[in-house]
């Protein structure tokens, strides 16, 4: 994945979670679902390289298209700016229903996992 690929595929997370892209279904293991998993997940275990990504955010398999470098960050900025004001947000494919607290902690931790991974 490149950068402009993983600015859209963080984008992507907040427009399923916006409801403005409808989630295809529920992913993973089912213990990702319950408030023991997400909570290990989002708050106890390290995220290492090669975790798995709901099929729907898969830019590499689904051999997504993005725009230059510029409009996929001020879209981004723009989607992040759009989850604070919002407090229903949608189920996960992997984690399930969240409480707003949950989705800003796996937004924090998806956003650092991946600009890390371009030196950010």
Known sequence: ???????????????L???????TGYEGPGIQRTWFGRKSFLYAMPWLKGLPT???MNM??????VEAFAQE??????????????????PHAFFGAMNQKDWGRLIWKHLDYHLKQFGG
Do not use: Y
């Open 1 to 15: 994945m490149n950068i402009e690929q993983m600015l859209e595929h963080c984008s992507l997370q907040l427009k």
């Open 60 to 65: 590499v398999k689904n051999d997504v298209s």
């Open 73 to 90: 960050k001020s879209q981004l900025i723009k989607l992040l700016e759009e989850v604070q004001k919002n407090t229903n947000l949608k």
């Open 17 to 23: 979670g916006l409801g403005h892209k409808q989630m």
């Open 54 to 56: 709901p099929s729907q």
